[in-house]
């Protein structure tokens, strides 16, 4: 018999009603499990295991965190039974696990099949079962779904490959969650002891939050500059034509702009070339995850995760394709599918028809799923909740216009006019003749029609100096942050429909994405829960408790940007080609973290190491009590008694250090400390601290 180990019920569910379509035997329903036939299904609630704590790679385990055990790095990790909140184990996960233990080694089962999703995480989690249950080798096969649909799951039981054709991706998916557990259990514990508040410190969280933290803090320091461009809006053949230099001026040229004015009003401007040519406009590509995710945020204000766990109750219920995906293109072998899909999307009263394009089809654009569509199984439109309606028809539409029967047809025009020998103006217009796939899918670019000019016509001129100011950048929506941790590196810009992406399935192949589509959802709705972000319809901004993430960490040394966690993005997909082992990419996160450990400032001028909260620094110079290390710098411990004395550890842009601190309390003054940054200015200038009527002052 053969053993199915689902990775939820809800799928536990489906595959029965594909091994239904293969055998005539019922399922009989046991406590966990149901049995018929050939076949034994169980399930997971997705991760029954996880990784230890650090304590339990101590002898003597204290009940409170401490430097003492920090960093951890163990030879081998070890994983548990899940715990909740008390460290106690489920009694339902424990339950479940020895149902499938009991299975596992049930004499007439002779076949284990890991039926995870379809991804790095869906493999490990059944790999972690059986790893801790079998006490026997048995065959061990993979059940893998690119959609719930009963056809599809009967398919692919007659179909499943040696789950060893899937150890790579195994091996990222271990690689990742062991290199995540270094990041996230030494530095949130160092960084929390640090600062005396819970600071979750992880892998790409940080970068995720800082990116949101930069993109503000440019905002919010802007400073508007006013320029001047060259501009003329005159009537020619009673239709105006406007025409805007590309040469700017600054605030103070404005005579230069002016003289620039009158050299081009005393040319003539002649229209050198009218162009207009009938095309086709093509659809936009089909949807990955994250390409949906901005969709529907842009339309809907749709938050990620509200998104991510619609379509996944869509897919669960078999109406759309595995939602995890990177790519926007379909496998070549799919064609037949899709043939099947689009005569049932038809009968739904859809002009589609199937067609073979390098824009649709594209094996090189898919690393394990294709992209996101409707499965031949619709969905009555009254079963549906509102969110899921709307998810659902998106996918749909997007699909429609994709494979539409009727193309869009467009006039492009192409206006040259040439102003003496200064400047040559291009006027580009776009108008639709026939609707075709845009009455499925939005299209929002609206028709540009051009003045009517014929070639040699001469051009009336008036060129004026305009005055115009530059604007802050725009704080992060989903679909641009989703653009940015897809390819951190790439010009941030929004998504433009069927333009080259080579340059973005090349970022995503080599391992350059922040995160991934199948993490990348919660690990910002963490983000969101931490209160270190807040979204707002469709828009990112940092809240204080994020400022205070970034900047401590700053204070702390701990660097971890786009660049150093790119890198061990780099290192994982080496992992899940093989020209990395696990042991290799964990070796890179050990050396990082032993980094924010290790590192000490040479000279006292330089140390920007304000120890840990609780640290005791000195006597306080007012009253005589215990100055000790707080949250926000250095305190009396007699507050309670009124005394106010205190010392940020932060002055001008300048971490204050423990030991500069102690110098101070000692003998009032500190060294001279480097690195102050004006408030007024802007400019870094260096300066010692002293004491002064019991206040701490500049000394120069």
């Not at 025409?243 to 001026?249: D, P």
């Not at 590509?285 to 379509?311: A, P």
């Not at 890179?588 to 640290?615: C, M, Y």
Request: with cysteine; net charge neutral; proline share 3%.
């Amino acid at each position: 018999m053969k053993l199915i180990i689902a990775e939820k019920p809800s799928l536990a569910r489906n595959i029965l009603a594909g091994i239904a379509r293969l055998q005539n035997d019922k399922m009989a329903k046991r406590d966990g499990y149901y049995e018929g036939g050939d076949y034994v299904v169980t399930w997971v609630f997705g991760h029954l295991f996880s990784l230890a704590d650090i304590e339990d790679y101590v002898e003597n385990p204290q009940p409170k965190w401490t430097m003492d055990n920090l960093p951890c790095f163990p030879d081998k990790f070890k994983f548990n039974l899940k715990r909740n909140a008390k460290k106690e184990i489920d009694p339902g996960v424990k339950k479940q696990f020895n149902t499938i233990k009991y299975l596992c080694n049930r004499a007439n089962i002779d076949t284990i099949v890991n039926a995870g999703d379809a991804d790095r995480e869906g493999e490990i989690i059944v790999r972690l079962c059986v790893e801790h249950a079998l006490e026997n080798d048995k065959s061990f096969v993979r059940l893998w779904l690119p959609d719930q649909t009963p056809e599809t799951i009967s398919d692919a039981l007659q179909d499943m490959k040696n789950e060893n054709e899937y150890i790579s991706l195994a091996n990222e998916g271990f690689a990742r969650t062991y290199i995540d557990w270094l990041y996230g259990v030494n530095l949130t514990r160092f960084a929390t002891l640090k600062t005396g508040k819970l600071l979750r410190v992880g892998r790409v969280i940080v970068p995720i939050v800082k990116a949101i933290y930069d993109r503000d803090m440019e905002i919010r320091n802007f400073v508007p500059q006013k320029y001047y461009v060259i501009s003329s809006h005159e009537k020619t053949n009673d239709e105006f034509v406007d025409l805007t230099s590309k040469t700017k001026f600054t605030k103070d040229e404005y005579l230069k702009a002016l003289d620039e004015c009158t050299k081009y009003n005393g040319a003539d401007a002649i229209v050198t070339s009218v162009k207009t040519k009938k095309d086709t406009l093509s659809p936009p590509k089909l949807f990955s995850l994250s390409k949906l995710q901005s969709y529907l945020g842009k339309k809907y204000k749709m938050s990620m995760d509200d998104s991510l766990s619609t379509v996944q109750k869509l897919y669960e219920e078999g109406y759309v394709t595995y939602p995890r995906t990177n790519s926007e293109y379909l496998a070549t072998a799919e064609q037949g599918k899709m043939k099947s899909i689009i005569a049932n999307v038809a009968k739904m009263g859809y002009p589609v028809e199937f067609r073979f394009s390098k824009s649709i089809f594209d094996d090189s654009k898919i690393e394990s799923h294709s992209a996101l569509t409707p499965t031949y199984k619709i969905p009555d439109p009254k079963a549906l909740t509102d969110k899921e309606k709307q998810v659902y028809s998106t996918i749909l539409r997007r699909f429609v216009a994709v494979f539409c029967a009727e193309e869009c047809k467009i006039e492009r025009s192409e206006i040259k006019i040439k102003v003496g020998d200064y400047e040559e103006f291009v006027l580009k217009g776009t108008v639709i003749t026939q609707a075709g796939w845009t009455k499925f899918d939005d299209y929002t670019q609206k028709d540009k029609i051009l003045p009517k000019l014929s070639k040699d016509d001469k051009v009336n001129i008036l060129f004026k100096p305009v005055e115009k100011e530059t604007t802050p950048p725009k704080h992060y929506t989903i679909e641009t942050l989703n653009n940015y941790l897809k390819n951190p590196f790439k010009e941030d810009k929004q998504n433009i429909e069927n333009e080259d992406d080579e340059e973005e399935y090349r970022a995503i192949f080599e391992g350059l994405e922040l995160g991934t589509e199948a993490t990348r959802t919660g690990i910002i709705d963490n983000a969101r829960k931490s209160g270190y972000i807040q979204l707002k319809k469709d828009v990112y901004t940092i809240l204080p408790d994020g400022e205070f993430l970034i900047e401590a960490l700053s204070r702390m040394n701990i660097s971890m940007d786009k660049y150093k966690t790119s890198e061990l993005g780099k290192a994982l997909k080496k992992v899940y080609r093989g020209e990395f082992g696990i042991a290799d990419s964990v070796a890179l996160a050990v050396k990082e973290i032993s980094e924010v450990f290790n590192s000490t400032a040479q000279t006292i001028e330089t140390d920007t190491n304000d120890g840990f909260v609780g640290d005791m620094v000195g006597k306080c110079p007012v009253c005589g009590k215990d100055v000790v290390r707080t949250r926000y710098g250095y305190g009396c411990s007699g507050y309670k008694e009124g005394c106010k004395f205190s010392v940020n550890n932060v002055i001008c842009g300048r971490v204050i250090s423990l030991a500069n601190m102690k110098m101070l309390l000692e003998t009032g003054k500190t060294s001279k400390i480097e690195g102050f940054v004006s408030k007024r200015t802007g400019n870094t200038f260096s300066a010692q601290l002293k004491l002064e009527d019991g206040k701490a002052v500049f000394d120069f």
